[in-house]
């Protein structure tokens, strides 16, 4: 069979641990045999973020605003452990972080359904997706601690030099204290977003905050969403039959669990953050769960939800066996393919994408999978295999997809 040819490449964003030893088994054994392969490769490891200091991240986040798709594996967010491991320069900022703050948007994250993984709340049958507001908060936050007694006052100069101003707290003694912001434009791009997946998808939508407590901050977001909704959505959810509601962020929670699912989540961005692991968890696994990060500008960036399974990484580095899950990163990847088959309208792309994802399906619903599926599928008959041997699996069930 040909490779499929590609127009325009891809941004690759490699990354750390044992996902970027999956990432390069993956595209040996079920991308590259298939695919004429066209990326834009950057190395976020962070070794290489650290030479480069950090300017790596940055160059991945313009070139996705250059071609419009990139995928991304997995990202050590260094802590003070880190630091020393990796004889740092600096303790560098989480790569995500960066990358959303210059791309703007929102991220979807939604599970992955397949036989034999039942969600642990019962009442769930269909999928729960989470969209995730991707800028601001205390993502883009200015901290202190605070030694001992004084005022800390918020200010706001206006570009006249205006001065507002508030007191946050008198302190009496020593303490925290935070700072944080969000845009006008980016929470309308936030809504934007959410009412238009939700419409693509044919799903209803739901958002939370606590604007009970918060009147002016989670409040604007209330505000801008049913805005929004009432000036440019209301009439196209009547007429696909679905609905937009807000509610307070503990009545949500208490709604999702008691719900059967088939909805979209608006989250603030910690909300979705926590959430996101809490939805993906209870659906089975965090590595069963396709996540994409869709600018205002239509970029899309797709990425696995968990992180570089550093456990496992350890253990295979000492030559033992490992079980690593790799369906989320092979959907960051079948995404990210089909998304450009689609924008260059290259159906052979697209359709492999589809079968690719099948193939992976498949593979879990005959029993073979790794091992963190393994104990919790209910199906009668499994085989465990290594993370490697779980790749050449689902290539047995591609190649019979695809003649
Ligand atoms: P993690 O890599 O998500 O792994 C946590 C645990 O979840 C693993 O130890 C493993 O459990 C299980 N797990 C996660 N993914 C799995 C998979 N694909 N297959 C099988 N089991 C899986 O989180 P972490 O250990 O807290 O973080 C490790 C590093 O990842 C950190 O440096 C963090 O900064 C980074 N991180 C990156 C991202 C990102 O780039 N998007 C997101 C989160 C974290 P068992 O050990 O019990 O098998
Ligand atoms: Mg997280």
Same mark, same amino acid.
């Given at each position: ?19 970027? /030893? ?33 300017? *790596? ?25 880190? /630091? ?36 642990? *709340? ?32 918020? *200010? ?248």
């Amino acid at each position: 069979m040909a490779k499929i040819a590609m127009k325009t490449p891809l941004v690759e964003m490699d990354g750390d641990e044992m996902t970027r /030893v999956i990432w390069g088994w993956l595209k040996e054994i079920l991308i590259e045999p298939y695919v004429e392969l066209k990326t834009e490769y950057y190395d976020l490891g962070l070794k290489n973020r650290d030479e480069t200091d950090d300017k *790596v991240t940055v160059e991945a986040a313009l070139a996705t605003k250059k071609y419009g798709v990139a995928v991304k594996c997995a990202t050590i967010t260094p802590n003070a452990d880190r /630091v020393k491991e990796y004889n740092l320069k600096k303790m560098w900022k989480s790569p995500n972080g960066t990358i959303r703050a210059i791309l703007d948007g929102t991220v979807f994250r939604a599970p992955i359904l397949v036989k034999g993984i039942d969600p642990f *709340v019962r009442t769930w049958k269909k999928p729960i997706v989470i969209a995730r507001h991707a800028y601001g908060d205390i993502y883009k936050s200015s901290e202190m601690l605070v030694d001992g007694p004084g005022k800390a006052e918020l *200010v706001f100069t206006d570009a006249e030099g205006n001065e507002k101003r508030q007191t946050v707290h008198e302190f009496q003694g020593p303490g925290i204290l935070m700072g944080m912001h969000n845009t006008e434009a980016s929470i309308r791009s936030f809504a934007h977003a959410c009412f238009n997946y939700a419409l693509d998808q044919k799903m209803d939508l739901w958002f939370a905050a606590k604007d009970t407590i918060s009147k002016k901050y989670d409040h604007r977001f209330k505000d801008i969403f049913q805005e929004i909704f009432d000036s440019d959505y209301r009439k196209k959810f009547e007429d696909a039959d679905i609905s937009y509601f807000y509610t307070l962020i503990d009545d949500a929670v208490a709604r999702v669990v008691r719900s059967e699912g088939g909805f979209i989540w608006a989250c603030k961005n910690y909300d979705g953050d926590v959430m996101s692991d809490m939805v993906a968890t209870a659906f089975g696994s965090l590595a069963m769960m396709t996540s994409v990060l869709v600018s205002p500008d239509g970029f899309y960036e797709y990425e696995a939800a968990h992180g570089t399974v550093q456990r496992h990484y350890y253990k295979h580095l000492k030559g033992e066996e490992t079980s690593t899950n790799s369906v989320a990163t092979l959907f960051a990847w079948t995404g990210a393919l089909r998304k450009r088959g689609e924008l260059d309208g290259c159906t052979e792309l697209f359709n492999f994408a589809d079968k690719l994802e099948e193939a992976a399906k498949n593979t879990i619903e005959e029993g073979v999978m790794t091992g963190d599926l393994a104990v919790l599928s209910s199906l009668p008959d499994i085989r465990k295999v290594n993370t490697r041997d779980f790749l050449l699996e689902i290539k047995k069930r591609l190649d019979k997809l695809l003649v």
